[in-house]
């Protein structure tokens, strides 16, 4: 590609709405441009790096046996409707009306779209198992669009679904998968976790998230430093025994404590250790109050919460709620002599304090040497908390760190949820009617582009991986003015272009200005046709090290097999 005729405007700074680096360095590369919030066009620069992250995709889809297939952007309102999903979803999920007034939906992801497709289609279990996949434009109106392609309301995903006559099938189906993803992440450069993961609305029992390293990750993976564990630290389960102190249990008295409401102002002001205060939310649970209890050195988990109850939505309660359900004493809320309306769950950590605080239902006041079992009654313990650094890991092996990772893909076991809603069912050697058992599998494909670039760039601009680079080679005559170096570099794109993927830097602009975009760009390989063009001497530089070598151009194919390794 001759860089003179190519659309890729480069820019000395990024805009300040930019607040990530792959962000700020996709618009000062010139490899997208923002269309409207959170909506982006792809320049050829980063159309280039988009394909080939797809193709890679599209090749271990292949491989695993998956059938590519393209299914429709707008999505009749009536199969959302059959699934139930049509009024589970509000603003996230766009609609139109089309000329007769119909309602669609713009996909957000194909789960009704391919079971209406497939049920219509498969009914023997002969023709099970199938995965099919297509790699198509989603739309989710985002609240809140932000850094760039990784959170946009447009984006590309490669979303796979996999048909089985029973769960041992979908056991075969997800682990091909989990390693077809494994492959594709390995293969795109990145350092990356699968990690036990939360169904969220998907339902459905195993998930794994495959989370990308990065500071700016807005999901947090809890990791042992001593085994593979790992899991986003919605769902990490908490495995500590707890001990009970063996001091006598004192008798239960209240104390003034005004205007202390918070769990650092009440230990403060009491003297007593957070481990030792029990902190009681009030949550609506499906529209019932529930007092939830944890240590005053824990944080509530209300996806916990959620399946513990198996509840489908959870809100922290509002004041509103407090005075409502347990009375006006916002902020010395405690789990003692409330209405037996209300339900109280605990986690395990609160059954082993002795002698500790709770608020006392009375404004400005707490209890003093409360002890669980003896004080108030009825409570169910469970797992409820967050887990947290420094916490054993649940395996047993090594201790619990945070990392922060971009949610690249995420595999779920589907199960019956959608073929049972739709009828997508099949016939089994008895002739039986049977719902299919399904996957479904997402990898975010233009958020790959930009979770390669947070892990791949300097300071001078992107450093992509060979495998996903738009192009192989960055080739720089420095003044093409020059006849001896205008020849031998069109010489060399010439040729180079039959094997590799090539821009050609043939702009009259100064060499300076070249190799910093070359390095903000950032081709793994960078080739200069300058002052010794008329020996056949040209410089080699690779974008990942500083050193220039400078060799003639018969040597140059042997190197660029052994470095480009393609
Ligand atoms: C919606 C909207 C947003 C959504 C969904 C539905 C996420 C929704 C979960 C999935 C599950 C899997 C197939 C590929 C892999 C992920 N956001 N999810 O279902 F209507 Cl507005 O998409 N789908």
Same mark, same amino acid.
């Given at each position: 590609?001759?860089?003179?005729?190519?659309?890729?405007?480069?820019?000395?700074?990024?805009?300040?709405?930019?607040?990530?680096?792959?962000?700020?360095?996709?618009?000062?590369?010139?490899?997208?441009?923002?269309?409207?919030?959170?909506?982006?066009?792809? +320049?050829?620069?980063?159309?280039?790096? +988009?394909?080939?992250?797809?193709?890679?995709?599209?090749?271990? @889809?292949?491989?695993?046996?998956?059938?590519? @297939?393209? =299914?429709?952007?707008?999505?009749?309102?009536?199969?959302?409707?059959?699934?139930?999903?049509?009024?589970?979803?509000?603003?996230?999920? !766009?609609?139109?009306?089309?000329?007769?007034?119909?309602?669609?939906?713009?996909?957000?992801?194909?789960?009704?779209?391919?079971?209406?497709?497939?049920?219509?289609?498969?009914?023997?279990?002969?023709?099970?198992? @199938?995965?099919?996949?297509?790699?198509?434009?989603?739309?989710?109106? &985002?609240?809140?669009?932000?850094?760039?392609?990784?959170?946009?309301?447009?984006?590309?995903?490669?979303?796979?679904?996999?048909?089985?006559?029973?769960?041992?099938?979908?056991?075969?189906?997800?682990?091909? *998968?989990?390693?077809?993803?494994?492959? %594709?992440?390995?293969?795109?450069?990145?350092?990356?976790?699968?990690?036990?993961?939360?169904?969220?609305? !998907?339902?459905?029992?195993?998930?794994?998230?495959?989370? %990308?390293?990065?500071?700016?990750?807005?999901?947090?993976?809890?990791?042992?430093?001593?085994?593979?564990?790992?899991?986003?630290?919605?769902?990490?389960?908490?495995?500590?025994?707890?001990?009970?102190?063996?001091?006598?249990?004192?008798? +239960?008295?209240?104390?003034?404590?005004?205007?202390?409401?918070?769990?650092?102002?009440?230990?403060?002001?009491?003297?007593?250790?957070?481990?030792?205060?029990?902190?009681? *939310? +009030?949550?609506?649970?499906?529209? &019932?109050?529930?007092?939830?209890?944890? #240590?005053?050195?824990?944080?509530?988990?209300?996806?916990?919460?959620?399946? %513990?109850?198996?509840?489908?939505?959870?809100?922290?309660?509002?004041?509103?709620?407090?005075?409502?359900?347990?009375?006006?004493?916002?902020?010395?809320?405690?789990?003692?002599?409330?209405?037996?309306?209300?339900?109280?769950?605990?986690?395990?950590?609160?059954?082993?304090?002795?002698?500790? %605080?709770?608020?006392?239902?009375?404004?400005?006041?707490?209890?003093?040497?409360?002890?669980?079992?003896?004080?108030?009654?009825?409570?169910?313990?469970?797992?409820?908390?967050?887990?947290?650094?420094?916490?054993?890991?649940?395996?047993?092996?090594? *201790?619990?760190?945070?990392?922060?990772?971009?949610?690249?893909?995420?595999?779920?076991?589907?199960?019956?949820?959608?073929?049972?809603?739709?009828?997508?069912?099949?016939?089994?050697?008895?002739?039986?009617? #049977?719902? !299919?058992? =399904?996957?479904?599998?997402?990898?975010?494909?233009? #958020?790959?582009?930009?979770?390669?670039?947070?892990?791949?760039?300097?300071?001078?601009?992107?450093?992509?991986?060979?495998?996903?680079?738009?192009?192989?080679?960055?080739?720089?005559?420095?003044?093409?003015?020059?006849?001896?170096?205008?020849?031998?570099?069109?010489?060399?794109?010439?040729?180079?272009?039959?094997?590799?993927?090539?821009?050609?830097?043939?702009?009259?602009?100064?060499?300076?200005?070249?190799?910093?975009?070359?390095?903000?760009?950032? !081709?793994?390989?960078?080739?200069?046709?300058?002052? #010794?063009?008329?020996?056949?001497?040209?410089?080699?530089?690779?974008?990942? &090290?500083?050193?220039?070598?400078?060799?003639?151009?018969?040597?140059?194919?042997?190197?660029?097999?052994?470095?480009?390794?393609?």
């Amino acid at each position: 590609m001759k860089q003179s005729t190519f659309l890729s405007p480069t820019l000395r700074e990024a805009p300040s709405d930019a607040e990530v680096k792959s962000h700020q360095l996709m618009l000062r590369a010139g490899l997208i441009r923002q269309s409207s919030a959170g909506v982006y066009s792809f +320049l050829p620069l980063g159309l280039k790096a +988009l394909k080939k992250v797809e193709n890679i995709i599209r090749e271990e @889809m292949d491989k695993s046996g998956a059938q590519e @297939m393209l =299914m429709p952007a707008i999505q009749n309102a009536e199969l959302w409707q059959q699934s139930g999903r049509w009024d589970m979803y509000g603003p996230e999920l !766009m609609r139109v009306k089309d000329r007769h007034q119909r309602e669609f939906a713009l996909g957000p992801t194909h789960e009704e779209v391919i079971t209406a497709l497939v049920r219509d289609d498969i009914n023997s279990y002969k023709r099970l198992p @199938m995965t099919l996949y297509q790699i198509q434009t989603k739309f989710r109106d &985002e609240r809140r669009p932000r850094f760039g392609i990784l959170r946009s309301r447009e984006f590309l995903m490669k979303d796979a679904y996999s048909f089985d006559t029973d769960f041992d099938g979908l056991d075969v189906s997800y682990q091909k *998968m989990y390693d077809a993803y494994s492959n %594709v992440f390995t293969r795109c450069g990145l350092d990356f976790r699968a990690v036990v993961a939360d169904s969220g609305a !998907m339902g459905g029992k195993d998930t794994h998230e495959f989370m %990308v390293l990065s500071d700016i990750g807005e999901d947090t993976i809890a990791y042992s430093d001593e085994s593979s564990f790992a899991a986003n630290i919605e769902i990490a389960p908490v495995h500590v025994n707890y001990e009970k102190s063996n001091e006598s249990l004192e008798e +239960l008295v209240t104390k003034d404590t005004p205007g202390k409401k918070s769990i650092e102002d009440v230990s403060t002001f009491l003297g007593a250790d957070k481990e030792n205060l029990i902190k009681s *939310m +009030l949550f609506m649970v499906d529209d &019932e109050p529930v007092l939830v209890l944890v #240590r005053g050195d824990h944080e509530v988990n209300d996806i916990k919460v959620k399946h %513990v109850l198996d509840a489908t939505k959870v809100d922290l309660g509002t004041d509103g709620d407090v005075k409502e359900h347990i009375g006006d004493v916002v902020g010395f809320v405690g789990p003692i002599g409330i209405s037996d309306k209300v339900k109280i769950i605990a986690d395990r950590a609160v059954e082993y304090i002795v002698n500790g %605080v709770c608020g006392a239902n009375e404004v400005d006041k707490h209890y003093c040497n409360v002890n669980p079992e003896r004080d108030f009654s009825d409570v169910n313990y469970d797992d409820l908390r967050f887990i947290q650094e420094g916490d054993p890991s649940p395996d047993g092996k090594g *201790m619990i760190q945070f990392k922060e990772g971009i949610e690249v893909g995420h595999v779920f076991k589907l199960g019956t949820r959608y073929s049972e809603s739709m009828k997508g069912t099949f016939l089994d050697e008895n002739g039986k009617s #049977r719902p !299919m058992v =399904m996957g479904s599998y997402g990898i975010g494909v233009s #958020r790959t582009v930009a979770a390669i670039i947070e892990q791949h760039h300097d300071e001078h601009g992107i450093v992509w991986p060979h495998s996903v680079a738009p192009f192989h080679i960055h080739l720089i005559p420095v003044n093409m003015k020059q006849e001896q170096q205008k020849n031998l570099a069109e010489k060399l794109y010439g040729e180079l272009n039959k094997t590799y993927d090539v821009l050609f830097d043939d702009r009259p602009e100064r060499p300076g200005v070249k190799f910093k975009d070359a390095d903000l760009m950032g !081709m793994p390989i960078r080739i200069t046709v300058g002052k #010794r063009a008329d020996e056949g001497i040209v410089e080699v530089k690779l974008r990942t &090290e500083e050193e220039k070598m400078e060799l003639h151009v018969d040597e140059l194919g042997d190197l660029l097999k052994s470095r480009l390794n393609l």
